[in-house]
C-alpha cells in the first residue's frame, strides 16, 4: 500500500515560509557595517523586499550591493510570537523598478504593513524599496537545516492554499482547541496539554503540544488536497478519526 506524502518538497516549503516572513537584520558583504535592522516583506516571486530609510547604509548604495538578509516567520500562540523558522537570503540589492514600486509596496503592506512603504513613490531623498536578487538561501527550520540554490528556490511556488491554510489555521488555534487536544489522546505521550495547530498545508497538518518542552507531530493527509473546502474536510476528519 503506497504511503501517503507527509510534507511538501523542501523548496515549496522554504516558499511558504518565506511568503509569511518578514526582514529582521541585513549585512552587506565584506567590510562593510555590521547587520542592522531590516524592514519590508517578502514579494510575489520570493525575493525579500527592504524598506531603506534615509542614512541607512544601503541608501546611497550604489550598483548592486551584494547583501545578506535574514528573514523571521513566527507564529502567534496565545498572545507569544514563536519562531516558525529563519531564513538567511543572500544575493545583490536591486532598486525596484518605478513602473513597478506602487505594485511592490502594496503587496508588501499586505502582508508586513508599514506606512513608510508609501513614502517611497515621494521620490529619491526619500525611503527607498531594494529588492534582493537571489543567489541562495539558507535554512533553519526547527532542527532542520540546509541551502537551497536560486535557481531550486525561485523556481518553487508557495503552498498554494496557503492563505486559506492560515486563516484555518487561526479560527482553530482561536476557538477549537479543546477539541484539538480532545482528538490527540491517541499519542502515547500522556497526559497531552498546551495544544495548538501549528502548520496547515495541502499535504498534512503539523501540531505542537508541550509546555516547558514541546513536541511537533506531522498528521498527513491521504492523499494532497486541492481547494480550502475540501482542506477543511480533511481536517474535521482527522479530529474525528482519532477521537
Excluded at 91 to 103: F, L, T, Y
Aim: glycine content about 10%; some cysteine.
Amino acid at each position: 500500500m503506497q504511503q501517503p506524502v507527509g510534507t511538501p518538497p523542501t523548496p515549496e516549503r522554504i516558499r511558504t515560509l518565506a511568503a509569511t516572513a518578514a526582514p529582521v537584520h541585513v549585512s552587506l558583504a565584506g567590510d562593510g557595517p555590521p547587520a542592522a535592522p531590516a524592514r519590508g516583506g517578502v514579494d510575489g516571486a520570493g525575493r525579500p523586499v527592504l524598506l531603506v530609510l534615509p542614512g541607512d547604509p544601503l541608501h546611497g548604495a550604489s550598483g548592486e550591493p551584494v547583501v545578506s538578509v535574514e528573514l523571521t516567520a513566527n507564529r502567534s500562540l496565545g498572545g507569544a510570537e514563536i519562531s516558525r523558522g529563519l531564513l538567511k537570503v543572500e544575493g545583490w540589492a536591486q532598486a525596484v523598478p518605478a513602473a513597478e514600486a506602487r505594485k511592490t509596496a502594496v503587496a508588501i503592506a499586505e502582508r508586513c504593513p508599514d506606512e513608510a512603504l508609501f513614502d517611497t513613490l515621494e521620490g529619491d531623498d526619500g525611503p527607498r524599496l531594494l529588492r534582493v536578487d537571489v543567489g541562495r538561501v539558507i535554512y533553519l527550520i526547527g532542527g532542520e537545516s540546509g541551502i537551497l540554490d536560486a535557481e531550486e528556490y525561485l523556481g518553487a511556488a508557495p503552498d498554494p492554499l496557503l492563505d486559506d491554510a492560515e486563516r484555518i489555521l487561526r479560527h482553530v488555534n482561536d476557538t477549537h482547541r479543546a477539541e484539538l487536544e480532545a482528538a490527540l489522546r491517541f499519542l502515547p505521550a500522556a497526559p497531552v496539554r498546551d495544544v495548538w495547530l501549528w502548520e496547515l498545508d495541502r499535504f498534512g497538518a503539523t501540531v505542537r503540544y508541550g509546555t516547558d518542552r514541546h513536541t511537533l507531530i506531522r498528521l498527513p493527509w491521504p492523499a494532497p488536497v486541492t481547494g480550502a473546502e475540501a482542506l477543511e474536510r480533511a481536517l474535521r476528519c482527522l479530529l474525528c478519526r482519532h477521537r
